[in-house]
């Protein structure tokens, strides 16, 4: 399985990103996919995921009311546009896919088995 992120870089802090990942090599039909963010000297943190299943989506709290993720089930890809973005939110992202066994999918790292390289996004004030 590999994932790829595209869509870091460099932003204002109040304003907008968005993210993009795509899943190749893998083929079951349930899964989750979701987002993760790290920055330097903290441990890697749940941004948000979904499930193929139902498409519900969690948010972690330091983006509720912030960020919307969305699947693409044929592509098996997701986005994550997130608006407001603070200094704060300056770390890697990292994409997270693994197989889902329902609707609900936690921004967890135990439940994700692959990752993708991830990509750096800086908010500066």
């Known amino acids: 399985v590999q994932l790829v992120e595209s869509g870091g870089g460099s932003v204002q802090a109040g304003g907008s990103l968005r993210l993009s990942c795509a899943a190749s090599?893998?083929?079951?039909?349930?899964?989750?996919m979701g987002w993760f963010s790290q920055a330097p000297g903290n441990e890697r943190e749940g941004v948000a995921a979904?499930?193929?299943?139902?498409?519900?989506?969690v948010y972690g709290d330091s983006v509720k009311g912030r960020a919307i993720i969305s699947l693409d089930f044929r592509r098996k890809a997701i986005s994550l546009d997130m608006n407001n973005v603070k200094p704060g939110d300056t770390a890697m992202y990292y994409c997270?896919?693994?197989?889902?066994?329902?609707?609900?999918?936690?921004?967890?790292?135990?439940?994700?088995?692959?990752w993708g390289q991830g990509t750096q996004v800086t908010v500066s004030s």
């Open positions: 090599g893998y083929t079951d039909s349930s899964y989750c």
């Open positions: 979904i499930s193929s299943v139902g498409h519900d989506p």
């Open positions: 997270a896919a693994d197989g889902g066994g329902g609707s609900y999918c936690p921004p967890e790292k135990d439940v994700f088995g692959y």
